[in-house]
């Protein structure tokens, strides 16, 4: 009972002594505030932005594929082993099979001027085969070769695959080392916004540790400040985003095909939010308990 009401007492000093501190300091708290809300803001884009490019590349990347063509005379049997071995190599995530009626109403629907005057279906069943990953492509193609029984080519467009693996790659690369470029500027630039603040009271963090103050009894207050002012800096910041995305998002997807697609999608944005207040958190705590190290030293 004792150690909870000398909890409840320090609780209070500390927040109280960070409330008066961030009245008495108003200028420096609304630097660091302003600061948390810039960094959590561009960060906030940003995992936003690459989100929906990686989800982008995801989409890109389920373009490539094997197309096995199965020869007319081939029977069911043949058609079902071939399955079978397909869904056995280590490379397959999906096959999928495409009979010659589905593969000519789909020949129909994307170049109607190719199809209007053919007197038949000329075109193969065929199985379409999605690897695992689409760096392992060319590892699945190598698997039919020799041809199975029952199978007249395949094709998966090597040099087109090998451009779509590498550019996605690229992209999902540029974009995740901008991200931790950005976190890492952020953090430096909030956490020195903060050793500013700090800096300002030097003089009284040497009074308290004069008169008998432990180093967390000096500590505390100002990591509470520093958390108050991540929470305020990153709810702005939420808000920011959420404006633009009501009023921003909607012209930028009136003006790109690329929103269109059903598949691709950012990170939902309560899960953004989230992210930005737990990392404005602990950077502005962090960036508090962290600077005052050296004043602690007397």
Not at 98 to 109: C, F, H, L, N
Not at 157 to 182: A, D, H, P, Q, W
């Amino acid at each position: 009972r004792r150690a909870a009401r000398q909890l409840h007492v320090r609780t209070k000093i500390f927040v109280g002594e960070a409330v008066r501190s961030i009245g008495a300091n108003l200028s420096t708290t609304v630097a660091a505030t302003m600061t948390v809300l810039i960094g959590m803001f561009l960060l906030g884009l940003f995992i936003a932005l690459f989100s929906w490019v990686n989800s982008w590349t995801d989409h890109v990347r389920e373009d490539v594929q094997v197309r096995i063509f199965l020869q007319d005379s081939t029977t069911e049997a043949q058609r079902n082993a071939l399955h079978t071995e397909l869904a056995g190599f280590p490379e397959t995530g999906r096959i999928d099979y495409v009979s010659r009626e589905e593969a000519w109403e789909s020949m129909k629907q994307k170049y109607p001027e190719l199809t209007e005057n053919s007197p038949s279906n000329p075109l193969p069943a065929s199985f379409e085969v999605m690897p695992n990953d689409a760096n392992q492509v060319g590892a699945l193609a190598a698997r039919l070769d020799p041809l199975p029984p029952g199978v007249e080519s395949f094709t998966y467009g090597e040099k087109k695959t090998e451009r779509i693996v590498s550019v996605t790659n690229v992209i999902k690369y540029i974009f995740l080392l901008g991200s931790i470029i950005l976190l890492i500027a952020s953090t430096i630039l909030i956490a020195n916004t903060i050793r500013l603040s700090i800096f300002s009271r030097r003089r009284e963090i040497e009074v308290m540790k004069l008169v008998g103050a432990s180093n967390w009894f000096v500590r505390g207050p100002f990591m509470l400040e520093g958390l108050i002012c991540g929470l305020l800096g990153a709810i702005a910041a939420v808000i920011l985003l959420l404006l633009a995305r009501e009023f921003a998002l909607p012209v930028i997807e009136g003006r790109s095909d690329a929103f269109s697609e059903d598949d691709v999608h950012a990170l939902a944005f309560p899960v953004v939010a989230v992210i930005l207040v737990a990392i404005s958190l602990v950077v502005g705590a962090a960036g508090s308990g962290i600077t005052l190290r050296r004043f602690l030293r007397i």
